[in-house]
């Protein structure tokens, strides 16, 4: 079964430092989703990741692919309150299997601190 | 196109009810999520439907959970018999065929919050 894993789960950072999210996951994929969700609220596409070597920035937020370590990492950069949310890394089955089924991580959940 | 609708967006309901939740995908949209979410938790793949047809259904939780998508247009997650278990978020979410060489890059809707008391 697939198992996808984020740490940390809980991240407090102050503004304007950076730090990185990991998310690792047990099977070949190619293909990995990040997604936002603030309190209360569904969920929101960010980046998603088709190949291995992919680097997606949007932003203070960059995501990268490294599918032969099946890791990913979200990268924050000078982070700001903004971005306080709990973030999701999903994995499917990869472009070669048509699967619709996303795996999602528990989530790191990311509080910005003035 | 105002995304994806849900209603309702709160549920409180005695175990032993049961409820139904619908959710109207983006109109150009032919394929349609259900997904569960628990408090702390990312979310759980329960179906999905392309069009009207449901393809994948082996994640639901238990025969106590049915989905429906009549028309290929909106579709309706129902539970019978609710145990305290049911309680969580679903979600629905919805993607077009090609979009994003198609990945699965979802929309999803606000949700429906189901409180099983």
């Known amino acids: 079964e697939l198992k996808v894993e984020q740490n940390p789960l809980f991240l407090s950072m102050q503004e304007g430092k950076n730090y990185t999210i990991y998310c690792n996951y047990s099977?070949?994929?190619?293909?990995l989703y990040w997604y936002r969700q603030d309190p209360g609220k569904s969920l929101e596409s960010l980046f998603v990741?088709?190949?291995?070597?992919a680097v997606k920035q949007e932003g203070r937020l960059m995501a990268s692919l490294d599918t032969k370590a099946r890791l990913s990492t979200l990268h924050i950069t000078a982070a700001v309150h903004d971005l306080s949310a709990t973030y999701f890394c999903?994995?499917?089955?990869?472009?070669?299997?048509?699967?619709?089924?996303?795996?999602f991580g528990t989530g790191t959940r990311l509080t910005i601190i003035p | 196109d105002t995304g994806v609708s849900q209603d309702p967006r709160h549920k409180i309901t005695k175990r032993g009810q049961n409820v139904t939740f619908r959710c109207d995908p983006i109109?150009?949209?032919?394929?349609l999520y259900w997904y569960r979410q628990t408090l702390g938790q990312g979310p759980e793949f329960l179906t999905y439907?392309?069009?009207?047809?449901?393809?994948?259904k082996s994640r639901l939780l238990s025969d106590r959970f049915s989905a429906e998508r009549p028309k290929g247009s909106f579709s309706t997650l129902e539970i019978q018999r609710t145990e305290q278990g049911d309680s969580a978020m679903y979600l629905c979410?919805?993607?077009?065929?090609?979009?994003?060489?198609?990945?699965?890059?979802?929309?999803f809707g606000a949700g429906s919050r189901l409180t099983v008391l």
């Open positions: 109109s150009e949209h032919n394929r």
């Open positions: 099977t070949t994929s190619d293909r």
């Open positions: 999903a994995v499917d089955g990869g472009s070669n299997f048509g699967n619709e089924k996303l795996t």
């Open positions: 979410a919805s993607r077009s065929r090609t979009g994003v060489l198609g990945a699965n890059v979802l929309t």
């Open positions: 990741l088709l190949s291995n070597g």
């Open positions: 439907f392309q069009n009207e047809a449901q393809l994948e």
